[in-house]
């Protein structure tokens, strides 16, 4: 139906928004859908007769996963990466919410050292792997460095620019009330930023897992990425792609908690404000 | 201004923290020899090169991520089934670092151009798609509503409306997609190592000339900081027509 035809119709037609669907119909059609996809790769791969070397069939790569359990490289290895990513993690976050506010609160150091802050956000640290290898040497104290060099400066940012976003009557109502600096700090700036922090930590956590990967890619003798690329080198494609598959679960699993954080803590905005 | 200062006084400490420790050159070279190594990498002629090896891969990459991935993002984002359809693997996707997908790709197509702009696309196209769906689907719905009402079909609603409302979003998100792809290159260079300044950095270190190393780094972080100033110029142009710009 052309536009025209539509807008001149003698009985408009009620609005009609997005489809919306419940959370119900999202799960089934979800799991629908990926069992679907799973079909249409095993008999697409047949079908087309794809070499199993660019990519093997949905079932040789299932049935990597209890040989390589059997083999015990799969938990060990997975065990191996989240321990490494979780400590990196935790000291990034430990560290960059503090920065983030003292950095988004304090002008002079605003002015002094978002240049730089800037200027890492932008350029990848990774970057600086070579160097991180040659100060402290190929061990986990780098890939947790690697993790840590990749989470901070995002949520370090954000955090800084959630300070800023602070309403200003808000503060203009705390200090007529005559709140001191730690006062204004405690109570009106760190509530109001707290969304911005859980923000923050999302966006670290995903970056977090790039440095976690380049960690294991080149400097590693286990974990999930070392084994993708081992298998790689001797063309064990199932098994890139069941390791590869692991890893995706991994990053659902640390990304999709920390968007339950964060939507947990800016429910109370959302009612507020939009 | 004080940005200026402020480096100039990173400079001093730099300088003297290398004087102070007397820190081998390997380990922290002092900014005096990092600049020699520029003018070295520059008079050998390997600079501008590397720079245009890691340049071609990013910007085919990126245009090709922004011709597929804007129209995408706009109609998963205008359709509620697309949307339903796409989301799981959107979010798999979205979750998982692209990197790790870095070796199906180094096997399916060699070490070559090819694989640097693939990685370059699969990096930046993501954010691309989520920012324009993210923005569809925040359209204010009364904006729809009254566009319908003074006669607006749905390709008018679509054009006048929904377009305009979603530009920063788009803007945001090719912003994201420079940064998320600029990563993808490097890190591919850094690893697979043919051409572009991430392998230079890597040579050098492999030489153990951390003076280069830390020359080819500034290029980079110059190149970066080149491209983030471009792409934010970009979304303060598409979102002028909101009251405040917040950059």
New interface residues.
């Given amino acids: 139906m052309?536009?025209?035809a539509?807008?001149?119709a003698p009985a408009p037609k009620r609005?009609k928004?997005?489809?919306?669907?419940t959370r119900k119909q999202?799960i089934i059609?979800?799991v629908i859908?990926?069992v679907l996809?799973c079909f249409l790769w095993e008999y697409g791969v047949k079908f087309f007769e794809i070499k199993p070397?660019?990519l093997p069939p949905f079932s040789a790569v299932v049935a990597e996963i209890p040989e390589m359990y059997e083999e015990g490289i799969l938990f060990s290895n997975l065990f191996f990466s989240l321990r490494i990513y979780l400590t990196g993690m935790l000291f990034s976050i430990i560290l960059s919410i503090p920065l983030g506010l003292l950095l988004g609160g304090v002008k002079v150091l605003d002015?002094?050292?978002s240049?730089?802050l800037?200027?890492i956000y932008?350029?990848?640290l990774?970057?600086?792997?070579?160097?991180i290898?040659?100060?402290v040497g190929i061990n986990d104290t780098a890939r947790v460095l690697l993790v840590f060099i990749s989470a901070v400066p995002a949520i370090v940012v954000v955090v800084m620019?959630g300070v800023k976003?602070v309403d200003n009557s808000l503060l203009r109502a705390a200090k007529s009330f005559g709140a001191r600096k730690g006062t204004l700090f405690r109570k009106v700036i760190f509530p109001a930023t707290v969304p911005f922090i859980a923000t923050g930590v999302k966006m670290g956590v995903?970056r977090g897992?790039?440095g976690l990967?380049?960690g294991e890619?080149?400097s590693s003798a286990k974990g999930i990425?070392y084994i993708?690329?081992l298998a790689?080198k001797v063309?064990n494609?199932p098994r890139?792609?069941a390791m590869?598959f692991m890893?995706?679960l991994f990053?659902?699993t640390?990304?999709?908690g920390a968007q339950y954080l964060e939507r947990r803590f800016s429910s109370w905005r959302s009612q507020a404000s939009m | 201004m004080?940005?200026l200062l402020?480096?100039i006084a990173?400079l001093i400490l730099w300088q003297s923290i290398v004087w102070a420790t007397g820190i081998r050159e390997?380990?922290l070279p002092s900014p005096g020899s990092v600049v020699t190594s520029f003018g070295e990498i520059w008079g050998e002629g390997i600079l501008w090169p590397a720079i245009v090896d890691s340049l071609q891969p990013l910007f085919l990459g990126l245009v090709v991520a922004l011709v597929v991935g804007i129209p995408l993002g706009l109609l998963i984002g205008?359709?509620?089934?697309l949307?339903?359809?796409a989301?799981?693997?959107l979010?798999?996707f979205?979750?998982?670092?692209r990197?790790?997908?870095?070796?199906?790709f180094?096997?399916?197509l060699g070490l070559g151009f090819q694989t640097k702009t693939v990685l370059v696309f699969i990096s930046a196209l993501l954010p691309v798609m989520l920012s324009c769906k993210e923005g569809v689907?925040t359209v204010d719905?009364s904006l729809?509503?009254a566009a319908?009402s003074f006669?607006?079909?749905?390709?008018?609603v679509f054009r006048r409306v929904v377009v305009p409302y979603t530009l920063p979003f788009i803007a945001n998100g090719i912003r994201n997609g420079i940064?998320r792809g600029?990563?993808g290159l490097?890190?591919i260079e850094?690893?697979v190592g043919r051409g572009g300044i991430?392998q230079q950095?890597?040579r050098s270190?492999g030489n153990f000339d951390?003076a280069r190393?830390f020359a080819f780094?500034a290029v980079?972080?110059v190149t970066?900081?080149f491209?983030?100033t471009l792409s934010r110029k970009l979304e303060a142009y598409a979102s002028r027509w909101r009251e405040e710009v917040?950059l």
């Fill in positions: 052309s536009a025209t539509e807008s001149t609005f928004g997005r489809k919306q669907f999202r059609a979800t859908n990926l996809f070397i660019i002015r002094i050292i240049p730089y800037w200027l932008t350029t990848p990774l970057i600086l792997m070579p160097l290898l040659l100060w620019e976003t995903s897992l790039i990967f380049v890619l080149f990425g993708i690329e790689g063309f494609m890139v792609y590869l890893f995706i990053s659902i640390m990304v999709g | 004080t940005a402020s480096f990173f390997t380990l205008s359709s509620g089934w949307d339903l359809i989301a799981p693997y979010w798999g979205f979750a998982t670092p990197i790790a997908t870095a070796p199906v180094i096997l399916w689907q719905e729809i509503r319908r006669g607006a079909g749905r390709f008018d940064a600029f990563v490097l890190i850094m690893t991430g950095v890597i270190m951390t190393m780094t980079l972080m970066a900081l491209l983030i917040y």
